[in-house]
């Protein structure tokens, strides 16, 4: 029994340290060697957690899914004014990725939050900025590889579904390859925003809940009267990415290249404030 | 070394650490003792960093603790051994602190064997028991090899061999010349571990001395006798120049006299003895009275004779001061 083992230690030989000379003497690391620490430490946390493969097959598999069945909800259904946007449904379905999305990035701090694990970090790591730099940098390129693979997979199974209703474009259509790649951006997007409000929030349930609320609470201006709805609501997260996503962008928003903008400056905000807020608190 | 200069902390109304000054020293295992609430581990999150302080300057090794860099190398430490995340193992655990400060694969090899957790290592930490991440966590704070250790309440938890081992292990840590701060609400536990003795009550520094100046300082021994016919042994005994105090049940308690001699006047006499017990202040009654006053949550009389650590100890137990000293301080 393993139990057993645990119990019964060597006796202590813990004789390395002795007559050491201080470690002032030793060169310290350069800052390319010191992030590259960092980033492994951290690609370990992340890849060694069951939930990172639930959230990301949930994040990938649904929205595949998920877009070929809009394209085909929208092809089929009766036809009244234009044909819808053909990339729409890549994006739809994108939006609703997001959600699974959400909770991954917020665990990455709440979870070392919540179990105290958070010191063990600060300590090892006492520059508390390179810690919230690292973890984005893991979450935001799995969830831009991910989003990426579901946003080509997505097209390419949306555009099946609406050749056969002759209402599909190509990838080699003008326009098309960019909004597709930028359609891989949201989900990346809303990790980065995850992250900075897991280290803001420093509460999963709190933290999970306000990237929802901030993801898809601002998407309710729909509903005040015109022209409001489309002056504020262009600021919002998920109106910027139709915007940036749509081949043939609406006229009453912000240009595509302006909506990129907006999109990219919500996680660069709430990084900024987690940046600042980090090294104020005590953990 | 750890220098502590005039380091004060307020959460609001409440200040948890009061212009505390005070050097651990190398080559010690130096006891951090204090009740609960005093202010250890917040001491121990400014020293690392964790916490700001308020006002005054935490240095390790002369610099503070946010300058370091690979700090893991220069102090090791555990603060609360159930910070885990319970879906990793504790080989990934180490491993994720290890790379952080460019501490190579093989060192995680050695100080899971250095606490005995190999066998384990590749289980997830849910599984563990509160011993186990014990020792997790002090294979956490040995990856760097740090010339400084500082250890959190580290023996809860452990079972009576585990602790045995901690002891050994703490006193050759510093033999081997490192600075070994072990915090612990049990005076008990710290006299068999430590060689020097800081005491907080309060946030304030109490004492700052070595375990030996703390049992010289309360160094009051006598000699505890029972016996059926315990009036005309006091006498006797009173008629060689010792001091004799009848206890509330009937026993004495003679100082001045040696146990032996005790003994020996009563055989001289014929009278019977039924205990002849000698006792020494404990240590534990020596910290009790220093922490007496600073001591924030406190139980009714009842609960200082309840104590475990006092009852296992017959001079404590049988000491009516502790008692009479549990008046609330508030």
Known sequence: ?283 | MIELDRVSKRFGPVTAVDDLSLVVRPGHVTGFLGPNGAGKTTTMKIILGLDAPTSGTALVGGRPYGTLVRPLRQVGALLDATALHGGRTAWVHLLSIAQSNGIGRRRVTEVLRLTGMEAVAHRRVSGYSLGMKQRLGIAAAMLGDPPVLMFDEPVNGLDTEGIGWIRVFFKELAAEGRTVLVSSHLMSEMAQTADHLVVIGRGQLLADLSTAELIARSAHHDVLVRSPRAAELAALIAARGATVTPQPDGALAVTGLAAADVGDEAAAHGIAVHALIPRQASLEQAYLDLTGESTDYRGADLASAADPASAADPASAADPASAAEGTPTR
């Open chain 1, 1 to 283: 029994m393993s139990h057993a083992a645990a119990s019964t230690p060597p006796a202590p030989a813990p004789a390395t340290a002795a007559g050491r000379p201080p470690s002032a003497a030793e060169r310290p690391p350069s800052v390319a060697v010191r992030a590259r620490d960092v980033l492994a430490c951290e690609w370990t946390k992340f890849r060694a957690v069951r939930s990172t493969y639930w959230t990301l097959l949930v994040a990938v598999a649904t929205p595949i899914g998920f877009s070929a069945f809009i394209a085909f909800a929208l092809s089929s259904g009766p036809a009244k004014g234009p044909a819808p946007d053909p990339l729409l449904p890549g994006l739809l379905s994108l939006e609703y990725a997001v959600l699974a999305v959400s909770v991954l990035p917020v665990l990455t701090f709440s979870s070392e939050f919540s179990t105290g694990l958070i010191r063990t970090t600060f300590a090892a790591i006492p520059r508390r900025r390179v810690v919230l730099a690292a973890k984005a940098a893991v979450t935001g390129a799995v969830t831009l590889a991910a989003g990426e693979v579901v946003a080509f997979v997505s097209f390419f199974a949306t555009q099946a579904v609406l050749h056969s209703h002759h209402q599909g474009v190509s990838l080699s259509h003008p326009g098309v390859p960019g909004a597709v790649l930028a359609d891989g951006i949201l989900l990346c997007v809303c990790a980065l925003l995850g992250v900075a409000l897991g280290a803001i929030i420093r509460h999963t349930a709190g933290g999970i809940a306000a990237a929802i609320a901030v993801i898809v609470l601002p998407s309710l201006t729909v509903v005040l009267p015109v022209p409001w709805n489309d002056r504020i609501g262009r600021f919002t997260l998920l109106e910027a990415a139709r915007q940036v996503t749509a081949l043939h962008p609406g006229t009453t928003s912000f240009a595509p290249a302006i909506s990129l903008l907006v999109l990219l400056a919500w996680p660069a905000a709430a990084l900024l404030a987690a940046a600042l807020l980090i090294t104020r608190r005590d953990t």
